[in-house]
């Protein structure tokens, strides 16, 4: 393999940069600062979570390439970087002892590694020519907090960056009960790859078997088409099937106003469709008698989704929405 500089090695040195020396000899000189005993990763010794500090990304998680070609890539990078800082900025004074620059090594290794398991995705939406629209990524960045959250292939939030501000918010796309844990996606959605291929991508990228609902379910992305969510009609004439093509009907007007650009028409459509599904999904016994409830139910909030990420990238609808 060919060992090349990528952007995420390049935000490896920005960390260091925006640090800059003294506040790393500080950090040097108080090596409990990085390695507090008895403490909490990432917490400073009063306790405290700052997500002003180094110290949360200092700590966030990484783990140990299993390819020593691998670490070796990533131990000659960091000592090059290092070398590009003495030889090509101010960054070290002269007189700077040797001590300084092996923790700078030491510092940049440290983030070349962690960094491609805890950097999150800044995408907006681009309307192409055929009227479709594709998500494109445009930034990476670290953050101390929204770093920390989980993978799902149902993701429950979503990150959304503020465009007039120098915020990333977490907007969340189902209704959460207090103490549920918040779900983003590191790219694999049941929406849109088998099961097999997430758990593939997941593995090889993030090292973890994922055990979201949709990989240990097996659901279907077949399921989601709207071809394909249509209520049992053999299951007879009963209240609840009534029920449900009412729903159902909702779901495609709500799909329609997304197609027609009209996303607030869209949320206003599909609030009491999430209202009725959230409440359905603690009745397992009807979940279980109608199989096509939990594909409303995905339909449901993936239409949701699509809707408030297409307001999220309209500003204007974005600010009447929020603000
Ligand atoms: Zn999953």
């Known amino acids: 393999m060919e060992p090349s500089i990528t952007h995420k090695d390049i935000m ?59 670490t070796l890539t990533q131990v000659l990078k960091s000592l090059l970087f290092t070398r590009l800082l003495k030889e090509s900025t101010d ?52 953050y101390p907090l929204l770093s920390l959250c989980n993978h799902s292939c149902d993701p429950n ?27 983003i996606t590191y790219k694999p959605l049941f929406t849109h790859m088998k099961t097999s291929e997430r758990q593939e991508h997941l593995r090889i990228n993030y090292q973890f078997a994922c055990a979201c609902p949709p990989c240990l379910n ?17 299951a007879g004439n009963t209240a609840q099937v009534k029920e449900l ?20 028409k869209a949320i206003k459509i599909l609030k009491p469709c999430l209202q009725h599904f959230t409440q359905k999904l603690n ?10 409830l939990n594909s409303l139910t995905q339909v449901s909030f993936e239409l949701y989704k699509r809707a408030l990420l297409r307001i999220i990238y309209k500003a204007q609808d974005f600010h009447s929405l929020y603000l």
């Not at 093509?245 to 607030?264: A, F, M, P, Q």
């Not at 009745?283 to 096509?292: L, R």
């Open 12 to 70: 490896a040195m920005r960390i260091i940069g925006i640090l800059g020396p003294a506040q790393l000899e500080l950090f040097m000189k108080q090596s409990e600062l990085l390695n507090p005993t008895g403490k909490t990763k990432g917490f400073d010794n009063n306790e405290i979570y700052s997500s002003t500090s180094y110290l949360p990304i200092y700590h966030l998680i990484s783990h140990n390439s299993k390819d020593p070609q691998e």
């Open 91 to 142: 960054f070290f004074q002269q007189g700077t002892n040797q001590d300084l620059e092996d923790f700078v090594a030491s510092l940049i290794f440290k983030h070349i590694s962690n960094i491609k398991y805890n950097a999150i995705s800044i995408t907006h939406l681009k309307r192409t020519a055929a009227g479709t629209e594709l998500s494109l990524a445009y930034a990476t960045a670290l």
């Open 245 to 264: 093509s009412k729903y159902e009907t909702l779901l495609h007007e709500s799909d329609d106003e997304i197609k027609r650009g009209n996303y607030l």
């Open 283 to 292: 009745n397992q016994d009807e979940m279980n008698y109608f199989p096509s």
């Open 157 to 183: 939030a979503v990150p959304v960056k503020k465009f007039k501000h120098l915020e990333t918010s977490l907007v969340t796309l189902k209704t959460l009960k207090a103490g549920d844990e918040l779900f």
């Open 218 to 234: 097996n659901w279907s992305i077949k399921s989601i088409k709207q071809s394909d969510y249509s209520v049992e009609k053999g």
